[in-house]
């Protein structure tokens, strides 16, 4: 009768702690392997941008008028590009880009639109380019010689 009954506590008091023991387990493992899956899908490498030209001379332009030029990119890098933001250092220049990500490989434009009026002489402006790329800020320029007559 003792053997039985000892036999029957150690059923109930082990049994439940197995069952737990596996639950607890398997919900790592479960947790783990979910992990891994994310990580699989959120390391996709990294983004490249390079420009074809980082500068662009318009030369003499005569006050008043609103000038525009192409910048070309390409995404270099194994991730895709995305552009965050992109803002000039004077509100005479607009540039103006497409926000969809870039895959690796592909190709982008940035316009860059100068409004002369009210400038005269030789203008430089910068252009800021913020994306998740490995240099994640990359700046590029435009210059003008305004001029009031031609």
């Not at 783990?32 to 390079?50: M, P, Q, R, Y």
């Not at 926000?99 to 690796?104: M, S, T, V």
Request: aromatic share 8%; glycine share 8%; hydrophobic share 40%.
């Amino acid at each position: 009768m003792i053997k039985k009954s000892m036999k029957t506590i150690l059923n109930i008091t082990v049994f439940p702690v197995f069952i737990l023991l596996i639950t607890i387990s398997c919900g790592k493992n479960q947790k783990s392997s979910n992990n891994e899956a994310h990580s699989l899908v959120a390391d996709t490498g990294k983004a490249v941008i390079t420009f074809t030209e980082y500068e662009h001379n318009f030369g003499r332009v005569e006050s008043g008028e609103k000038v525009a030029c192409f910048f070309s990119y390409e995404n270099a890098g194994t991730g895709n590009l995305v552009i965050n933001s992109v803002s000039a250092s004077c509100g005479c220049t607009v540039p103006k880009y497409n926000k969809k990500p870039l895959a690796p490989g592909e190709n982008g434009t940035l316009e860059v639109v100068f409004n002369t009026a009210g400038y005269s002489g030789l203008q430089t402006k910068s252009i800021t380019v913020h994306s998740n790329a490995e240099q994640p800020v990359v700046l590029i320029r435009i210059m003008a010689e305004v001029v009031n007559e031609l």
